[in-house]
């Protein structure tokens, strides 16, 4: 997984995974969520104010698929950190009526805080029941799978030479 850090981040990266207790080069990913966003910024006094993020996140594991969205309103960190109390509580009345809006428009919207990587992880054990050993034991991959099949076809083939040979000689 190291190799996925930037070279100018790996010792820092390294370092804090050990802090961690993780030996961080043992690690390797599980899964890529592909997450394709768009933002619309909403502007007051000339300055960002809010945005609402719409993502489409979907990740794959072997057969199983998951694809789902996410919308997110969310008011500016830095504006809202610099009002005043009456500009804050403006800004959260805001935010809520655009929430309960979407809410009250889209029913089936669920609130749902789970970070995708987590969310794509259960919805994908949902369909492979047995997904956490296959990560435990480094199966969740098409070339992992492919290799194993490989292995074990050497084994029973060679087993099966073994067997037929000891079966001719023993017949002569």
Known sequence: MLGIVKPSQREAFKQRLTALGLD???MYPIL???DSRRRIY???DSKPF???SLDIASAHILWAKTQ???IEPELNEIVFTEANHETKKYMETILQKIMTEIKQRFTYIETNLTPKYKKSFN???A????LRFLVRWNLHTMRSVLAS?????VVIGGSSYFVLHKLRQSKT
């Open 42 to 44: 909403i502007k007051r």
């Open 68 to 70: 789902f969205v996410e």
């Open 127 to 130: 369909q492979l029941p047995f």
């Open 50 to 52: 809010m945005s609402i």
């Open 149 to 153: 099949m490989f292995i074990a076809l």
């Open 32 to 34: 890529t969520v592909h």
């Open 24 to 26: 961080p080069f043992s």
């Open 123 to 125: 919805y994908l054990e």
